[in-house]
């Protein structure tokens, strides 16, 4: 069953390892490390979103721009930004800083999603994941009371709602290393990955 799902990049962080530089914009092997996951939803998805409060800086990328409605910074504020603004009953969500996401992992993801779910979440050795996950419009509701009870913890407002995990052993199926799963958080990972870090 096809059920139609935005894509959303969360790009609204504080890059406070970074001194407060946006790392979306490091160079990663040419390149800045968000752009290959614009390149990649462009693929797969016919609604983009990045969620940023900076919106001026991504005005390059053929995506819609929008900024978190609620005022705290957290990646479930910008996950209610996107369910909010999406086009599409479901979005499929990424932050910023994870470029080696596999086409294979989202194509998993949503072909998971039924009508009568609220979330899917792959699920890795250490555990499911929030940041790479698709997640139900119908959802919002119980999203701006946990935001507005300042409880952001993704997992515990999906805790009692319908969530499908995908298995670790099928998620290393089709990610064996589970590159996707990389997010850039400090400079040493930046070194990791090969891009260029700050002075």
Aim: glycine letters at 6%; one cysteine or more; charged letters at 25%.
């Amino acid at each position: 069953m096809d059920i139609a799902c935005s894509g959303v990049i969360l790009a609204g962080g504080l890059s406070s390892r970074f001194q407060g530089r946006n790392k979306a914009f490091f160079e990663l092997n040419g390149r800045c490390i968000i752009d290959p996951i614009v390149d990649l939803f462009r693929s797969v998805f016919d609604d983009i979103l990045i969620v940023t409060n900076t919106p001026l800086e991504y005005q390059r990328y053929d995506a819609t721009l929008v900024s978190d409605i609620f005022s705290v910074r957290s990646s479930l504020t910008g996950i209610h930004a996107g369910l909010f603004y999406a086009q599409n009953p479901y979005v499929f969500v990424a932050a910023c800083d994870t470029p080696f996401i596999r086409k294979e992992i989202i194509q998993l993801v949503i072909s998971k999603i039924r009508p009568d779910i609220d979330a899917v979440m792959p699920e890795t050795p250490s555990g499911t994941e929030p940041l790479l996950a698709a997640y139900a419009k119908s959802t919002l509701p119980v999203i701006e009371r946990h935001l507005k009870q300042e409880k952001f913890k993704i997992k515990k407002v999906f805790k009692k709602l319908r969530v499908v995990t995908i298995s670790k052993e099928r998620v290393l199926e089709q990610d064996p290393e589970l590159r996707s799963f990389f997010n850039i958080n400090t400079a040493d990972d930046l070194d990791r990955a090969g891009g260029k870090r700050l002075k």
